[in-house]
């Protein structure tokens, strides 16, 4: 993928979605994909490799995402929203 990593990563309602800017310096940002909840997702954070995303939803989950396909890695639950997600920033 001829893409520059200059990445943006928001959440709107129930979806993550993960943008790219292109390499032609024209300031131009293409999705690169995205990825789904069951409710609202108030938090969305990049591993420090920036080879992982996790989201947290008040569907009671956390969920990794692979930042560049967006391919579902893993989903925790927990008996509450979760409102904050981090990596630590040893990976």
Known sequence: M???YKTTLFSFLV???VLVQTTNGQGQLDLLWTGNHGNNVYSV???PDGSKVVSGSDDNTLKVWNANTGS???TGTHNSYVRSVSFSPDG
């Open 45 to 47: 954070s990049f591993s």
């Open 72 to 74: 579902l890695l893993w």
């Open 2 to 4: 001829n893409k520059t």
């Open 15 to 17: 979806c993550v979605f």
